[in-house]
């Protein structure tokens, strides 16, 4: 009996190496993966809506960007709601490698001129070596370059500028799905009032979903940690946006309560409620050219 | 009973001694070239894995599409997001014979028929190619045309980067004895 039990196990044995002699593409199919494969695309564009994405540009790419913010949609007809009232930012990006970002932009909204440098620390990997999670690093700058009201009491240039910092934190859950969290740290030199806080501690989040292989749908808002001194005219920042991409082209359509479309307005300055109709129609086109 | 346990073992030693006739790949290269009107395009990928069976000439590769390198990120993305839905589809695989190999000789063109699947399409091809044999192993190199459009892989006409009907392939494996 048992001489019969080990004759079967080594008539199953061998029965089973037969098998995998037998073909070749079915040898290399069972071994185990040990190929690292970095995640690509967790994001379409180097913006999620408002904010940046873990995503930078490549080495040698200049992106030229066009982000408009119309007025309100609860202005009415009258005003075409919002469209008759435009506010732009123009912006320029270099892709000194494929991780390291520099751009500079200058906005409509408070004539604010932005420079900022951006670093792909970490990405995502998946295969041999598993990597969860996607890190980008980022800081800018931005000054705010509107013409003091009082001609005799001119702004020192320190108090017209302020700092951004920011983690951006993705997991590209599935090829439709991906989320991002955006710890920030704002300073501002200056605030508008003695009670607000100079250093304001934001919890951004986001994500997108991808509906189809060249548009996605993209959420995003920020939560404001310590700004109660503000709470009656500023808003938490909430966004939500198309990513229509056309191969060179991102075109990006967004609705939000925010005015500014750098790091510095949107979260410090959004004074409009979203949930009363505070609500502006947007877009950003970028346009990518290879310089290198 | 003991007898038949002998005669299974002595099976399973024959099964190995048909295994040291493979060879595996220490060294290879794939890649792309398509000649489009606004600009070329170039793809290179160092990660295939192959088998190579000299008493038979049995022949197959497995190529991971996401480490095809291009020189554009952009390009890149596109091709694996966009056209090849390297998620989904993560691999390009052949699996087929070389019809006239001939082990004695130490330099010889022949045919590697077999099927090829790209994009979840899988189609019977036969390619040229040229084996080269040396102390340690053999050389293979092969250069074939694939069509797009037969691998059901849709380019848009809005696209940016026009790419051509046809891609050039260029394979180019360097193949080694292994004991499994």
């Not at chain 1, 009082?150 to 993705?170: C, G, H, K, W």
């Not at chain 1, 859950?173 to 989320?179: A, E, G, Y």
């Not at chain 1, 300055?269 to 990518?288: L, P």
């Not at chain 2, 056209?83 to 589809?89: C, T, V």
Request: aromatic letters at 12%.
């Amino acid at each position: 009996m048992i001489h019969k039990t080990i004759f079967f196990l080594t008539l199953i044995l061998l029965c089973s190496l037969v098998v995998s002699a037998q073909s070749l593409l079915e040898e290399l199919e069972q071994e185990p993966d040990t190929l690292s494969i970095t995640e690509q695309a967790t994001f379409k564009g180097t913006r999620l809506i408002n904010g940046h994405s873990v995503e930078t540009d490549g080495e040698g790419v200049l992106s030229f960007l066009i982000s408009h913010r119309f007025g309100r949609l609860n202005e009415g007809a009258y005003e075409f709601f919002g469209l008759d009232d435009s506010n732009i930012r123009l912006g320029l990006e270099y892709g000194l490698t494929d991780r390291l970002n520099v751009g500079i932009g200058r906005s409509s909204f408070e004539k604010v001129i932005d420079a900022f440098i951006k670093y792909q620390l970490i990405r995502q990997q998946s295969g041999g070596k598993v990597v969860p999670l996607s890190l980008t690093v980022f800081s800018s700058m931005a000054i705010n370059t509107l013409r003091s009201q009082l001609p005799e009491r001119e702004l020192n240039f320190r108090y017209r500028v302020d700092y951004t910092y920011q983690l951006l934190l993705a997991r590209k859950f599935s090829s439709r799905l991906s989320l991002q969290l955006m710890p920030t740290w704002l300073h501002r030199n200056l605030v508008a009032k003695a009670d607000m806080e100079n250093d304001l501690y934001v919890l951004g989040m986001g994500g997108r979903y991808k509906l189809s292989k060249r548009v996605a749908l993209n959420l995003e808002y920020y939560y404001r940690l310590n700004a109660e001194a503000e709470e009656d005219f500023y808003y938490n920042p909430i966004a939500i946006g198309f990513d229509i991409e056309t191969g060179g082209h991102v075109f990006q359509l967004q609705l939000t309560n925010a005015r500014a479309m750098i790091e510095e307005g949107f979260l410090s300055e959004t004074s409009g409620d979203f949930f009363s109709g505070d609500i502006h129609f947007g877009f950003n086109i970028s346009r990518v050219f290879q310089l290198k | 009973m003991t007898k038949y346990l002998i005669f299974t073992w002595l099976l399973l030693c024959g099964t190995s001694v048909v295994q040291a006739q493979k060879y595996r790949l220490s060294d290879s290269e794939v890649s792309f070239y398509s000649d489009a009107p606004l600009e070329d395009i170039e793809a290179y990928n160092a990660e295939a894995k192959s088998i190579f069976d000299a008493e038979t000439g049995e022949i197959a590769f497995v190529v991971p599409i996401k480490k095809f390198e291009f020189k554009k990120a952009l390009m890149q993305e596109h091709f694996n997001e966009n056209y090849l839905e390297s998620d989904q589809y993560p691999n390009a695989k052949f699996e087929g014979k070389l019809k006239n190999f001939n082990s004695d000789k130490t330099v010889q063109e022949v045919v590697a028929s077999g099927k090829l699947s790209i994009h979840g399409v899988t189609r019977q091809i036969e390619v040229p190619g040229t084996v080269r044999q040396h102390p340690s192993g053999f050389e293979m190199k092969a250069t074939f045309p694939v069509k797009v459009a037969d691998y059901d892989i849709k380019i848009p006409k809005m696209v940016f980067y026009n790419i051509a009907e046809e891609v050039e392939v260029r394979v180019n494996f360097q193949y080694q004895p292994y004991d499994p």
